[in-house]
C-alpha cells in the first residue's frame, strides 16, 4: 500500500523568515570602555620598534631629569626650613593637620601621627620662630639674646651633600654671639611639638569624623534574593 505524499504544514511554511544573528557588537549595560591607559599601550603596541627605543630613551632622559631637579628642590627647601624661620614652622604644622583629618583623636593612627610628627618637627624646626622660641629664651638666655638657626651644607666626598642644621645665640641685629648645645634645643623642640600635636589630637577627637563618599556601585541581594544595585 503506497504511503500518501507528506502534506507542507501551513502553520510552518518552509520559506519562514528566521531570525538573523546580528554580527553587529551589541553593548550591554555591563560593557565598560577601555581606560585612558589601556587605550595608550594599544596604541604604543601598534608602534614600529625604532620609534619605540627612541620614546623609551627620551622617557628615561625625562625621568632622571626630574629626578635631579627633585633632588635640588627638596635641598633648596630643607636649606631654608634651616634658616629662615616660620618656614618650618608652618609647613609641619600645616602637613600634621593634613594628616590629622582623617584620625579620631587618640586611636593607633593618632598615636602614631603623634610621635612620627613629634620627632620629625623636633629634627627639622631649627630656626623655630619667635613664639616658639619665647619661652626657651626666658629660661636659658640673658637679656638681650635670641635663639637661631642656620644651615650647615657640607660635602664630605665628590658629589655627597650632607644637610644639617645648628642652633646659635644672635643678638637683636641677627650677629652671632656663641653656639649652644643642639642637644638642648633639641629636647625643647621635643617637648614643645609634643605639647602642640598632643592638643590638637586631643581636640581632633572632639570633632566628627570626616566621611569618605565611594562612587563604586555593587550588587546585593534583597530579602526576595534577588540581585539589586547598591550605590552610596
Known amino acids: 500500500m503506497a504511503t500518501p505524499p507528506e502534506q507542507p504544514n501551513p502553520a510552518k511554511p518552509e520559506n519562514a523568515s528566521r531570525p538573523k544573528k546580528s554580527s553587529k557588537l551589541v553593548k550591554g549595560p555591563s560593557y565598560t570602555p577601555p581606560s585612558r591607559t589601556t587605550r595608550i599601550r594599544r596604541a604604543y603596541k601598534k608602534l614600529p620598534q625604532p620609534l619605540k ?22 635641598m633648596l627647601l630643607l636649606v631654608v626650613m634651616l634658616e629662615i624661620p616660620w618656614v618650618a614652622s608652618g609647613v609641619l604644622l600645616g602637613l600634621f593637620l593634613i594628616l590629622l583629618l582623617p584620625s579620631n583623636g587618640w586611636t593607633n593612627y593618632g598615636a602614631y601621627l603623634f610621635l ?44 655627597e651633600t650632607v644637610i644639617s642644621g645648628e642652633n646659635v645665640i644672635v643678638d637683636a641685629d641677627g650677629n652671632k654671639i656663641r653656639d649652644i648645645n643642639d642637644f638642648l634645643t633639641f629636647l625643647y623642640r621635643l617637648a614643645l611639638y609634643s605639647v602642640i600635636y598632643g592638643v590638637l589630637i586631643t581636640l581632633r577627637g572632639f570633632l566628627p569624623k570626616m566621611k569618605t563618599t565611594s562612587t563604586s556601585a555593587w550588587p546585593r541581594k ?6 539589586r544595585l547598591r550605590t552610596p
Do not use: H
Open 53 to 74: 627605543i627612541v620614546l623609551g630613551g627620551l622617557g628615561t632622559l625625562l625621568m632622571i631629569g626630574l629626578l635631579i631637579l627633585g633632588i635640588r628642590l627638596v
Open 116 to 159: 612620627i610628627g613629634a620627632v620629625v618637627s623636633a629634627f627639622l624646626d631649627v630656626p623655630g620662630n619667635p613664639i616658639y622660641n619665647a619661652p626657651f629664651e626666658k629660661l636659658f638666655l640673658n637679656e638681650g639674646e635670641y635663639l637661631s638657626g642656620s644651615a650647615v651644607v657640607e660635602k664630605p666626598s665628590q658629589g
Open 222 to 227: 534583597n530579602r526576595s534574593g534577588k540581585n
